[in-house]
């Protein structure tokens, strides 16, 4: 089983829809979330971290985390076509060199 | 501000062919990563070192080398080219001293072995 799961998708869905992501993950040592955005031929960029359980928000987008469950949640809110990429989840423990990944999900949002 | 830049961005080769992957940062992060992404795989770790002439073996380290001797590069070499090393290859690299270990990709090169 991988330390970090994520649905691959793909996820299509129409302009002005709320697109909804999330990760699952097995190692409780895990405090810092990302959530990175890669668009088709580019590297991936950070979208947002966060610490610990809680949310976060900035902008169109929320990330949420619940250590309880060990599940990470990405919301888009008003998508657009623009955000048509794929988005990975990643984590790692306080002060760790590595980050764990998921597979990302494939994201196209419909004119 | 140039950040962190992957050369070449598309390479072709043949089997057991060496070839060689740079990666070069401008910000003098201490670390820096390879990882291959493939379908169904995502990112995988290959090597990472956290500063000059210090290099580790990552997830999936089989058939590759590094070497660090300057903090800015960073290049990955396939001592003899195999087909199932066709993949998207990046760099990445981070600052020592933050907690949340934020990474900075570069734009990928795309690596086919026929």
């Not at chain 1, 955000?83 to 764990?100: G, H, R």
């Not at chain 2, 950040?3 to 070839?19: A, F, L, M």
């Not at chain 2, 073996?57 to 087909?83: C, I, M, Q």
């Amino acid at each position: 089983q991988k330390e970090v799961e994520q649905d691959p998708g793909p996820l299509s869905v129409p302009e002005g829809a709320i697109v909804s992501l999330n990760c699952t993950y097995s190692n409780s040592a895990f405090q810092y979330f990302m959530w990175y955005r890669q668009y088709s031929r580019k590297g991936p960029e950070l979208l947002m971290y966060t610490y610990s359980s809680g949310n976060k928000e900035d902008g169109r987008f929320t990330a949420q985390v619940d250590k309880s469950s060990k599940y990470i949640s990405l919301f888009i809110r008003d998508s657009q076509p623009s955000d048509s990429a794929t988005y990975l989840c990643a984590m790692t423990e306080n002060n760790d060199y590595k980050l764990s990944f998921g597979a990302g999900t494939t994201v196209t949002v419909r004119a | 501000d140039a950040g962190i830049t992957q050369s070449p961005r598309y390479k072709i080769t043949e089997t057991g062919r060496q070839v060689t992957l740079m990666c070069h940062q401008t910000w003098s992060h201490s670390y820096m990563f390879w990882y291959r992404q493939d379908l169904g795989h995502g990112l995988r770790l290959i090597y990472y070192s956290a500063a000059a002439d210090i290099t580790d073996k990552g997830e999936v380290p089989d058939g590759y080398v590094v070497s660090r001797s300057k903090t800015e590069n960073f290049p990955l070499t396939l001592e003899s080219a195999t087909r199932s090393q066709t993949s998207v290859y990046f760099c990445a690299s981070s600052q020592t001293g933050t907690a949340e270990n934020i990474q900075y990709f570069g734009a990928g090169t795309r690596l086919s072995v026929l």
